[in-house]
Antibody, heavy 123, light 107 residues
Framework: QVQLVESGGGVVQPGGSLRLSCATSGFIFSTYGMYWVRQAPGKGLEWVAFIWYDGTNKYYADSIKGRFAISRDDSKNTLYLQMDSLRGEDTAVYYCARDQRMSLPGPYYFDYWGQGTLVTVSS | ETVLTQSPATLSLSPGERATLSCRASQSVSTYFAWYQQKSGQPPRLLIY???HRATGVPARFSGSGSGTDFTLTISSLEPEDFAVYYCQQRDNWPLTFGGGTKVEIK
């Protein structure tokens, strides 16, 4: 079965950095685009970043552009989100999610989600 | 940016009743539109994609309709497990955006 497991969250000071990981299994990782989506405490969903299945294109929300970077390691079936220059408004649960369609440029829809990892930016 | 506005913010209904949730887009998103369900403490779940296609395993009581800027999610007869928050989402243009959510609560 498809599984997505995020890790790497925690408490970090403003201006600090974190790298989130999303370990996947149950599908051919290299054939799917992947997303990061976040949810601030008690708030709605916000798309953060998307990477094509082949890694050739990446897209970012304006709120994190230039500070966050999405990447993938197909040899490890793992998705990453490097987060630099963190701010208080980046505090959220970060979910990784799979794109719905295989071997297509996307975006399509978020068909499988991990349980999320909490990032807290606070001094 | 395409802003998605969901209404109502909260819907108070009893099990067995029909639920009608709305989402309006600030510009046309064609049929590139989806609905998600999120229960407390859980990640979202894809319910409906491309306006009206049910995702794998989604019961037939869930249906979607609409096009362009106005979309509707209907739950024909609420089951206890349907009380949750529902989000709409568009993929027509960047950035991908979600609506603010509609909470369906037990009356």
């Amino acid at each position: 079965q498809v599984q997505l497991v995020e890790s790497g969250g925690g408490v970090v000071q403003p201006g600090g950095s974190l790298r989130l990981s999303c370990a996947t299994s149950g599908f051919i990782f290299s054939t799917y685009g992947m997303y990061w989506v976040r949810q601030a405490p008690g708030k709605g969903l916000e798309w953060v970043a998307f990477i094509w299945y082949d890694g050739t294109n990446k897209y970012y929300a304006d709120s994190i552009k230039g500070r966050f970077a999405i990447s993938r390691d197909d040899s490890k079936n793992t998705l990453y989100l490097q987060m630099d220059s963190l701010r208080g408004e980046d505090t959220a649960v970060y979910y990784c999610a799979r794109d719905q369609r295989m071997s297509l440029p996307g975006p399509y829809y978020f068909d499988y989600w991990g349980q999320g990892t909490l990032v807290t930016v606070s001094s | 940016e395409t802003v998605l506005t969901q209404s109502p913010a909260t819907l108070s209904l009893s099990p067995g009743e029909r639920a009608t949730l709305s989402c309006r887009a600030s510009q046309s998103v064609s049929t590139y539109f989806a609905w998600y369900q999120q229960k407390s403490g859980q990640p979202p779940r894809l319910l409906i994609y491309d306006v009206s296609h049910r995702a794998t395993g989604v019961p037939a009581r869930f249906s979607g309709s609409g096009s362009g800027t106005d979309f509707t999610l209907t739950i024909s007869s609420l089951e206890p497990e349907d009380f949750a928050v529902y989000y709409c989402q568009q993929r027509d243009n960047w950035p991908l955006t979600f609506g603010g959510g509609t909470k369906v609560e037990i009356k």
